[in-house]
């Protein structure tokens, strides 16, 4: 492989790991009236939503956060990779 296709796939995994990144890193969710923002949960009054008990709303809390942090550290991930292939198809 030549050091300009390193650089290119570099390039494309930074971009991916960017963008995950930019959607998960931190996240922040409404479900009923609760809203999870990062690892935290936060019940709010609103008139229009009733008020949404523990059992109902903690399954989806835990499988959103279960989801973020797997695509918040793919997309670390993705970028540490493509700036290393970056640098290596810098000194070919």
């Known amino acids: 492989m030549s050091g300009s296709t390193f650089t290119l796939v570099g390039l494309l995994l930074t ?3 960017a963008c ?3 959607f ?3 996240p922040k969710k409404r479900i009923g ?3 999870l923002f990062g690892v935290t949960a936060m019940k709010f009054e609103d008139s229009k939503v009733r008020d949404s ?3 109902e709303w903690q399954p ?3 499988a ?3 989801r973020v ?3 918040n550290r793919l997309g670390f991930a993705l970028v540490a990779r493509g700036t290393v292939l970056q640098v290596v198809g810098a000194c070919l």
């Open 15 to 17: 971009l991916i790991g």
């Open 20 to 22: 995950l990144l930019f």
């Open 24 to 26: 998960y890193g931190l």
């Open 60 to 62: 989806l809390a835990d």
């Open 33 to 35: 009236n609760v809203f």
């Open 69 to 71: 942090a797997i695509l």
């Open 64 to 66: 959103f956060w279960r």
């Open 53 to 55: 008990p523990d059992s």
